[in-house]
């Protein structure tokens, strides 16, 4: 059972472009939802995380909007660059109780330059 | 300085034999984590430790046993591996097992079983 759905499964942008990756998740339990950045041969490294009690968070290009009732969260690239080229994770979990990070099953996501 | 660190980072072995991957965290932090990426790039928890005690365990075969010899190393040991244990293995930290603290990530142990 997949509790954290996530789509496109891959992506390619232009440079300069929007990219879009979007998560749906089952669990209304979770309370905290991180997205993860993995280069070809190295380890996931968190990008940017939110939490249920806010609809947007921004860093940088960086954004993720939430929607609660819907069960629904996206990470938004503003401005894409070939250096953003990865495998992107959107995960779940669940604060105030032992960690279990559930990832969803990851975007590759190609810019071209 | 390598936050999270891993080895091997390549490990071939042929089904049934016995191996270890060792992980190391420099942060200081209480808790430490195994995932399982397989070839799809699908990762899923195996087990987390907070100051060597063990707190989640997925259901891993009991071939997997992890050790905490102390909370800045978590090591993973595989008996009688099998075709498909094949993966990259990836070890984890965080200041502790409750709040929101950022996993920081090892570099991977991928293995191949002949």
């Known amino acids: 059972q997949q509790q954290v759905k996530q789509s496109p499964q891959s992506l390619i942008v232009q440079k300069g472009g929007i990219s879009i990756i979007n998560c749906a998740y089952e669990?209304?339990?979770?309370?905290?939802f991180p997205w993860y950045q993995q280069f070809p041969g190295k380890g996931p490294a968190l990008l940017i995380a939110?939490?249920?009690?806010?609809s947007e968070k921004k860093e940088g290009r960086f954004t993720i909007s939430f929607n609660k009732s819907a069960k629904q969260f996206s990470l938004h690239i503003m401005d894409s660059q070939p250096g953003d080229s990865a495998t992107y994770f959107c995960?779940?979990?669940?604060?105030?109780?032992?960690?279990?990070?559930?990832f969803g099953s990851g975007t590759q996501l190609t810019v071209l330059p | 300085d390598t936050a999270v660190s891993q080895t091997p980072k390549y490990l071939v072995t042929q089904m049934g034999n016995d191996k270890s991957i060792k992980c190391e965290q420099n942060?200081?932090?209480?808790?430490m984590y195994w995932y399982k990426q397989d070839s799809k790039k699908f990762l899923k928890i195996m087990f987390s430790?907070?100051?060597?005690?063990?707190?989640i365990n997925e259901t891993v075969p009991n071939r997997f046993s992890p050790k905490s010899p102390d909370k800045a190393h978590l090591n993973l040991h595989i008996n009688s591996l099998e075709l498909g244990d094949s993966a990259v293995y990836f070890c984890?930290?965080?200041?502790?097992?409750?709040?929101?603290?950022?996993?920081?990530f090892g570099p991977g142990t991928r293995l191949t079983v002949l």
């Open positions: 984890a930290s965080s200041q502790d097992y409750t709040s929101g603290n950022e996993q920081f």
């Open positions: 669990n209304t339990a979770f309370d905290y």
């Open positions: 939110i939490r249920p009690d806010v």
């Open positions: 995960a779940a979990d669940r604060l105030g109780s032992a960690r279990q990070l559930t």
């Open positions: 942060l200081g932090h209480d808790t």
């Open positions: 430790y907070n100051n060597k005690e063990l707190i």
